[in-house]
């Protein structure tokens, strides 16, 4: 409990909005998509996967640990399957090395993978922190109660603390 209210103190001090983004992708991908009204769901993040499904046009998903959010998705966009290379990847837990559930076979660069529970406790924190550190992960955005990725060959290292 104690490393729940300090990780939350730590994202609240530290978490901007998209006035403070200096990354033209990022910053159309919080106004154009993430921060456009209406919600999707009421769950954070199912709301942040499907309106970011919509943004980037997915076609090609796998959804791991959450056979509910198959169906959301499904039900919103025209997934044609789950071969690779992906659009999508979305991670309910991090309980395994963290990119062992990704290779660099699944992905293309314009893929993102999208972590529920990255502040779960101190173990999945961690996690998170050591998969941004990455060489092959360009983008990296703390929404507090999830976490996205990007592999993005053009753009510079960058990590965000959002609040949405």
């Not at 409990?1 to 919080?30: C, G, W």
């Not at 076609?59 to 044609?80: C, D, F, Q, S």
């Amino acid at each position: 409990m104690l490393f729940k209210l300090q990780s939350y103190v730590k994202y609240i001090v530290r978490a901007t909005n998209e006035h403070d983004v200096h990354s033209p992708f990022v910053f159309n991908f919080l106004t154009q998509a993430l921060y456009q009204k209406p919600k999707l769901s009421k769950d954070k993040t199912l709301d942040i996967l499907l309106k970011s499904s919509r943004y980037f046009n997915i076609r090609r998903a796998r959804i791991i640990g959450n056979e509910g959010y198959t169906a959301k998705l499904v039900e919103k966009h025209p997934i044609l399957g789950q071969e690779a290379p992906l659009d999508v990847i979305y991670v309910e837990h991090m309980e395994k090395e963290p990119l062992s559930l990704v290779s660099a076979e699944d992905v293309h660069n314009d893929s993102f993978v999208l972590i529920n529970h990255i502040r779960k406790d101190s173990h999945a924190f961690h996690a998170w922190r050591t998969l941004i550190e990455w060489p092959q992960i360009s983008v990296s955005i703390d929404f507090y109660s999830c976490g996205m990725i990007f592999f993005r060959k053009e753009q510079e290292k960058q990590h965000f603390t959002i609040r949405i």
